[in-house]
């Protein structure tokens, strides 16, 4: 058994007790007057009116990205469902119409009750197919069955991150890209 | 029966109604300084996204939603509890929190026609000429709710809660008891009245200002954080250790009623230390006779003081449109009413203050039958409460900054410290005294 640490002997001043609330008291005191003149010194970020700025190589929610043509750029080669450590990609494919040598997903499934986020898919794709860049990190559904994120879904993700980024924008302009315009004009 | 034979029953109503009135508001102001208070202590903002159509008051909101979760919440009767003295807890110890209060003066007189004659009626709800003893006899029984529920509660976690709490109650109620004892050796009375009156006039009359008086009111103050509980003496409930303490087993409103004695308990203990220590309802350097004899100039002078101030809240809640917060949310948030809300009721009361002001320099208040009495009765309850609401900040700014005592320290503490110091300070008291009178008289 480890033996106690010895005890520091108490100064005179520090063994009246009474003396050391006293500067314990005007310690947290200053804090309060602080904080009262001035607010902005809370670190508080208050989600969901302002949000933490991610950081550019953050993993959030899944999606496809597309060609010019607006079609899948996924040519379902399956190296991110055979990468992926949880298992939870799944893919249907099928054969282009116009071009029987073009495979493309018929269905694309991530179940994001399972996924890790450990971004293997990204790093297998051949195609950058698919990407974890969108920043979204409140992945939340009322069922089971509508965690799983299908293709359509992915493909339209980036539609309404807009606002979000938004929010990121007016609590942190710095972050914005040169020459970002708002939607409505901010209250000044 | 004509209403003036009417008239002393109806006030002795009154005054119970608005004793119980003015501790039952207070509560849910403090459970509101408590969290904002913790907030500011640890650097965070605390509850501040309840609000009623834009107005969040900074927090305030959130006490009413509070009220009305614990109403709605299910009240959960436990299948192992005895279920009388089970439902009887919570009951005592609020009961007894507030039947304290009856003994403290919250003014010194109001004029009433009596059949006929002008009477002066006391502005307390009882006139017990033991009220000290009556406030030690009523918080020793305040313990008894506590352990009560502790016992009841047929759970071992709530039984240690309860003994503790008696344990503590018995070994800080005597250094209470003494350090009172110098204040009434000193007042020749028991009656908190005769103490709170022989307190006003000037600041220096105060019983704090003389030596034994200050010894006595640390003494009185440490051993009142014990009786209500308080942060760094709430062993009963210390979470750490006893889950809930002797409140473990209770939800819904039966809590909120512990939950409120606690609340209630600091307002009376401050009440008390008030009236003991610091004069009371009485304004320093004002005492009643000056305050009706000069309530025009006074009621002026308040009136055009607070405008300034009014006014400068009003440039800063202007100024604060500007956080980053209201450029952060959407334009059409109804949160941007806020700051208009709050210029709008600053500028208002400012306008209010200047009018009260005018009222003072027309002289109709000093002029009227009633005029100075309620000025008299205005200022001295404010007086009253600003004692009290320190008083609890002390306890709030206390809970935030030092930790809970282990047993042993709290026992060390109580008996071998408070209690010799409470014993040595009564005879210094009476020393003082002796010299005193020999001195001056
Ligand atoms: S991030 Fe990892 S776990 Fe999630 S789908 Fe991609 S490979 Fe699978
Ligand atoms: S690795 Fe890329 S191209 Fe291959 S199936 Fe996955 S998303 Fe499609």
Redesign the interface.
């Known amino acids: 058994m480890p033996l106690p640490a010895p005890r520091k002997k108490l100064s005179t001043p520090e063994s009246v007790y009474l003396v050391e609330v006293i500067k314990g008291m005007f310690l947290t005191m200053s804090h309060v007057i602080k904080n009262i003149f001035d607010q902005d010194r809370f670190r508080t970020i208050e989600y969901p009116d302002m949000r933490k700025p991610m950081a550019a190589r953050y993993r959030g929610a899944h999606r496809l990205t597309t060609r010019p043509d607006g079609k899948v750029k996924c040519v379902a080669c399956m190296c991110c469902p055979t990468i992926c450590p949880a298992n939870c990609i799944t893919i249907i494919a099928g054969e282009a119409a116009d071009d029987p040598a073009e495979k493309f997903p018929v269905e694309f499934d991530i179940d994001m009750l399972r996924c890790i986020f450990c971004g293997f898919c990204v790093e297998a794709c051949p195609k950058d197919a698919i990407r974890m860049d969108t920043k979204i990190y409140e992945i939340n559904a009322y069922t089971r069955q509508d965690m799983v994120h299908n293709k359509s879904y992915m493909i339209n993700l980036m539609d309404g991150v807009k606002p979000q980024a938004e929010d990121v924008y007016r609590s942190h302009p710095e972050q914005a890209p040169a020459g970002y315009t708002f939607d409505e004009k901010p209250v000044v | 029966m004509s209403f003036e034979d009417v008239l002393p029953y109806l006030l002795v109503v009154a005054k119970c109604v608005f004793a119980v009135a003015f501790v039952m508001n207070i509560v849910p102001l403090l459970i509101w300084g408590e969290r904002k208070?913790a907030a500011?202590?640890?650097?965070?903002?605390g509850p501040?996204r309840a609000d009623i159509m834009g107005i969040r008051a900074g927090g305030l909101v959130h006490t009413l939603n509070d009220v009305v979760k614990l109403v709605m919440k299910e009240d959960i009767i436990p299948q192992h509890v005895e279920r009388f003295y089970w439902a009887l807890a919570p009951v005592i110890a609020m009961s007894v929190a507030l039947v304290t209060f009856i003994v403290v003066p919250f003014g010194d007189y109001i004029t009433i026609p009596v059949g006929g004659v002008l009477e002066q009626v006391p502005l307390k709800v009882s006139d017990i000429d033991g009220g000290l003893l009556f406030v030690l006899a009523m918080t020793s029984l305040g313990v008894y709710g506590i352990m009560l529920a502790g016992w009841a509660s047929n759970n071992k976690f709530s039984l240690l809660g309860g003994l503790r709490a008696s344990a503590q109650m018995v070994s800080y109620e005597l250094a209470m008891g003494l350090s009172a004892v110098v204040i009434f050796l000193g007042a020749g009375s028991l009656s908190l009245s005769v103490i709170a009156e022989q307190q006003s006039g000037a600041i220096w009359n105060w019983n704090v200002f003389s030596l034994p008086g200050a010894i006595a009111f640390?003494l009185f103050w440490i051993a009142a954080f014990a009786e209500t509980n308080r942060t760094p003496f709430d062993l009963p409930e210390g979470e750490a250790e006893l889950v809930g303490g002797y409140h473990t087993e209770y939800s819904s409103l039966r809590f909120a009623l512990f939950f409120m004695a606690e609340y209630a308990n600091m307002i009376v203990a401050s009440a008390v230390t008030a009236t003991l220590f610091f004069g009371g309802y009485n304004v320093p350097f004002l005492d009643g006779a000056t305050i009706r004899a000069h309530s025009d100039i006074l009621v002026a002078a308040l009136g055009f003081g607070a405008v300034p101030a009014l006014l400068s809240f009003a440039v800063v809640a202007f100024k604060r449109?500007?956080?980053?917060?209201?450029?952060?949310?959407?334009?059409d948030d109804i949160r941007?009413r806020e700051p208009k809300f709050w210029v709008a009721t600053w500028g208002g009361l400012a306008v209010a203050h200047a009018g009260i002001g005018v009222l003072g320099l027309t002289g109709i208040i000093g002029a009227s039958s009633f005029g100075p009495d309620v000025v008299a009765f205005v200022l001295q309850l404010t007086a009253l409460a600003l004692k009290v609401l320190l008083g609890c900040w002390i306890m709030i700014?206390?809970r935030?900054?030092?930790p809970r005592f282990r047993y042993d320290q709290l026992m060390n503490?109580g008996w071998r410290v408070m209690l010799p110091l409470a014993l040595v300070n009564v005879f210094f008291a009476a020393l003082w005294i002796i010299v005193k009178e020999s001195l001056f008289a």
């Open positions: 208070g500011y202590i640890q650097d965070r903002p501040n640390v449109r500007n956080r980053p917060f209201y450029r952060a949310i959407a334009a941007h700014w206390v935030w900054t030092v503490l």
